[in-house]
C-alpha cells in the first residue's frame, strides 16, 4: 500500500484538474498573512467558548435555578453540535466556497452568544449553545480550507502553526479571562464578549478574504450519507457524554456504541455508490492522512483527558481559584504559543515524521511526569511538567492538521478540515470518558481501604458512594462541625485517593501517547499541498 492518494473509477472522484498560477493578491484582498489574522479572530472566538463558559457554570447554575445536569449540559450541547456537524460544515464550504461559509459562521456563533447573554431561562441557555456549536462547525474547517487555499505549500505549515497557537493559547486563557468576566462583570459578560470580536471577524472578512475554489468542486449533495455520519457521530458522542452517568456496563451504552458502529458501517458502504460522496473513502488510501486522523485522535485523549483532572487538583486539592488555576497553566499556554510557530517552521524544513514522533513522546513524558504529583507539589515542579506538555503538543498541533489537509485534494480541503477538528473533538470526549472511568474505578477501590486505615467511622454502601463521587473530583466530603482532627482526616484520605486516581489516569495518557509516537512516524509531508497556492480565485 501506498500512502499516495490514488482515486479510481469506483470512488466517482475525478482526478484534480492543472490548478491556473495564482492571481496576484490586490491590496488587503487574498493576502496570506491578512488572511490569517482574520480567520484567527473567529476561530479564537469559537476556541475561547469551549473554556470560557466552565467559569461561569456555577454562577448560571445559581442565578437560573438549574440542577447540576442542566449546567453539564450547557457544554455538552456545545461539544455535541460542534462534534457532530464538523464534517458536513466542512463539505459545505468546498462547494458553496469557504469565504461564504466563515462569514456565516461568524455571524452566527455571534448572534448566538448575544441571545445567550440576554437569556432568562436555563433551557434557552442550553438552546443557544447548540447553535453556538453549529456554527462553530461551519467556522472551523473554512478556516482551515482558506489558509489552505491562500499560502504557498513553503508557508502552510507556519502559518499552520500560528492558527494552531491561536487555538491553544484561547482555550487555555478561557479560564483565565472568564474568572475576571464573571468576577468583576457578569455571567452574562462571557457571551456577550464574542458580539464585539464577531463583528471586527466579520468586517476583516468582507474586506480581506477571497473566496478560493477548485475548478472541480463538488457540485452535489450526499443526503444520505450526511444523515448517516450525523447518526454516527451523534450515537457515538453521546454515549461517551453519559457512559459516566449510566455506567460503561449499562446496556444503553453499549446500544449506542452498537448504533453508532452500524451507521459507521452503512455509511462506508453507502460511499462506494453515491455519485459524490460526503467522505471519498479514497481518501484514506493514504497512510500519511489516516495516521494524521489517528494521531489527533490520540493527543486529544492524551491532553484533554489529562488535563480534565487537572483542573480539579489545582482548585480543589491545591484551594486556588479559577484564575490561579489558569494562571498556574501559563506554563503550558506559553509554550504552545512559542512552540506552535517554531513547529511551522521545523515542519517545514524536516517534514512532519520526527517532530511529531518527538512532540508525542515529549507528551507522554510530561503525562508521566503529572502521575507523580502529590497534594503538596509546590508550583516549580508542576511548571516543569505543565511546560513539557505544551512543548510536545505544539508539533502535533500544527503537523497532524498539516498531514491531514495536505495530503486532501484541494477540492476537499474543507472535508479535511473537518476530519482534524472531529478528530480532535472524538479524542477529547474519548479522553474525559475513558480516563474518567479510569479514575472512578481506582477510586472505587481505594476509597474503603483508605478511609478505614485512617480509623474514620464506617460508611453505609449509600453514603460511600457519594463520598466517591466527590472524591472523584478532589472534594474532601468533610460534614459541618466536624472536629478539626477528623476534618484533617477526612481531608488527606479524600486527597490522597483522588491523587492515586489521577496518577493511573495520567499514566493511561502517557501510554496513549507513547503509542502515538508509533502512528506519528507513519506520517508524511502533504502530497497536495502545493495545490493550495493555485486556487482559482472567485
Same mark, same amino acid.
Given at each position: ?12 472522484i ?8 495564482p ?6 484582498r ?7 489574522f ?12 469551549? &473554556?470560557? /463558559? ?21 457544554t ?7 462534534a ?6 466542512g ?6 466556497g469557504?469565504?461564504?461559509t466563515?462569514?456565516i ?25 447548540? @447553535? ?23 508557508? $502552510?505549515?507556519?502559518?499552520?502553526g =500560528?492558527?494552531?497557537?491561536v =487555538? ?21 459578560s462571557? @457571551? ?8 471586527? %471577524?466579520? /468586517? ?26 450525523s ?13 459516566p ?10 446500544? +449506542? ?6 451507521? @459507521?458501517?452503512?455509511?462506508a ?9 460526503? =467522505? ?22 492524551? @491532553?484533554?483527558?489529562?488535563?480534565? +483532572?487537572? *483542573?480539579?487538583?489545582?482548585?480543589n ?20 504559543? #512559542?512552540g506552535s510557530?517554531? %513547529?511551522?517552521?521545523?515542519? &517545514? ?34 511548571? =516543569? ?15 497532524? &492538521? ?13 472535508v479535511?478540515?473537518? $476530519? ?22 481506582? #477510586?472505587d477501590?481505594? $476509597?474503603?481501604?483508605?478511609?478505614a486505615?485512617?480509623k ?17 473530583v478532589?472534594?474532601a466530603?468533610?460534614?459541618?462541625? &466536624?472536629p ?19 496518577g493511573l489516569?495520567c499514566? /493511561?495518557?502517557?501510554?496513549? %501517547?507513547?503509542?502515538?509516537?508509533l /502512528?506519528?512516524?507513519? *506520517?508524511?509531508?502533504g502530497e ?11
Open positions: 500500500m501506498t500512502s499516495r492518494i490514488t482515486i479510481d473509477k469506483a470512488d466517482r475525478p482526478e484534480p484538474a492543472a490548478a491556473p498560477d492571481a496576484p493578491a490586490r491590496g488587503l487574498g493576502h496570506p498573512w491578512l488572511t490569517l482574520a480567520v484567527a479572530i473567529g476561530v479564537m472566538m469559537v476556541a475561547l467558548d469551549g &473554556t470560557i /463558559v466552565a467559569i461561569a457554570n456555577p454562577v448560571i447554575q445559581d442565578k437560573l435555578d438549574a440542577s447540576f445536569a442542566d449546567v453539564q449540559w450547557i455538552n450541547g456545545y461539544f455535541l453540535a460542534l457532530v456537524t464538523l464534517i458536513t460544515a463539505k459545505l464550504g468546498d462547494r458553496f469557504h469565504r461564504q466563515f462569514l459562521g461568524v455571524v452566527g456563533f455571534a448572534a448566538a452568544s448575544g441571545a445567550i447573554g440576554l437569556s432568562d431561562s436555563i433551557a434557552f441557555v442550553i438552546t443557544f449553545r447548540v @447553535f453556538q456549536g453549529l456554527f462553530g462547525a461551519l467556522l472551523m474547517p473554512a478556516a482551515l480550507g482558506l489558509l489552505r487555499a491562500t499560502f504557498p505549500a513553503e508557508k $502552510l505549515n507556519m502559518a499552520i =500560528i492558527w494552531g497557537m =487555538i491553544g493559547a484561547s482555550t487555555a486563557g478561557g479560564p483565565i479571562l472568564g474568572g475576571v468576566l464573571v468576577e468583576h462583570v457578569s455571567w452574562q462571557v @457571551f456577550f464578549i464574542n458580539v464585539p470580536v464577531g463583528v471586527i %471577524a466579520l /468586517v476583516l472578512g468582507l474586506f480581506i478574504l477571497l473566496d478560493h475554489r477548485a475548478q472541480n468542486a463538488p457540485r452535489s449533495f450526499d443526503v444520505l450519507g450526511i444523515v448517516l455520519l447518526g454516527a457521530m451523534f450515537c457515538l458522542v453521546w454515549a461517551l457524554i453519559q457512559a452517568t449510566w455506567g460503561w456496563g449499562d446496556g444503553l451504552t453499549w446500544a +449506542f456504541i452498537a448504533g453508532s458502529a452500524l451507521c @459507521f458501517l452503512l455509511f458502504v453507502w460511499e462506494n455508490f453515491v455519485s459524490e460522496p460526503l =467522505i471519498p473513502l479514497g481518501l484514506f488510501r493514504s497512510v500519511a492522512l489516516s495516521a494524521g486522523v489517528v494521531l489527533m485522535v490520540l493527543m486529544a485523549i492524551a @491532553f484533554m483527558g489529562g488535563l480534565f +483532572f487537572v *483542573t480539579f487538583y489545582l482548585q486539592v491545591h484551594g486556588m481559584s479559577p484564575i490561579d488555576s489558569g494562571l498556574h497553566l501559563l506554563p503550558l499556554t506559553g509554550m504552545m504559543i #512559542v510557530p517554531l %513547529a511551522g517552521a521545523l515542519i &517545514t524544513k524536516a517534514g512532519p515524521r520526527i517532530p511529531l514522533a518527538g512532540g508525542m513522546a515529549l507528551t507522554a513524558i510530561a503525562m508521566y511526569g503529572m502521575s507523580t504529583l502529590e497534594p503538596g507539589t509546590g508550583s516549580g515542579v508542576m511548571s =516543569i511538567w505543565f511546560a513539557l506538555l505544551g512543548l510536545g503538543l505544539a508539533p502535533v498541533m500544527v503537523g497532524a &492538521t498539516e498531514v491531514i489537509v495536505g495530503n486532501a485534494p484541494m477540492e476537499l480541503s474543507g479535511a478540515g473537518g $476530519l482534524q477538528q472531529a478528530a480532535m473533538q472524538i479524542g477529547g470526549s474519548l479522553g474525559t470518558a475513558v480516563l474518567g472511568a479510569v479514575m472512578a474505578s481506582k #477510586v477501590t481505594d $476509597l474503603p481501604g483508605n478511609w486505615a485512617a474514620l467511622p464506617e460508611l453505609p454502601p449509600a453514603q460511600l458512594d457519594q463520598v466517591s463521587e466527590a472524591v472523584q478532589g472534594v466530603p468533610v460534614p459541618p462541625g &466536624t478539626a482532627p477528623v476534618a484533617a482526616q477526612i481531608t488527606q484520605v479524600a486527597h490522597d485517593t483522588f491523587m492515586s486516581g489521577m489516569a499514566l /493511561v495518557a502517557a501510554a496513549v %501517547a507513547a503509542f502515538a509516537v /502512528v506519528a512516524l507513519l *506520517t508524511k509531508r497536495n499541498a502545493e495545490a493550495g497556492a493555485g486556487a482559482a480565485h472567485i
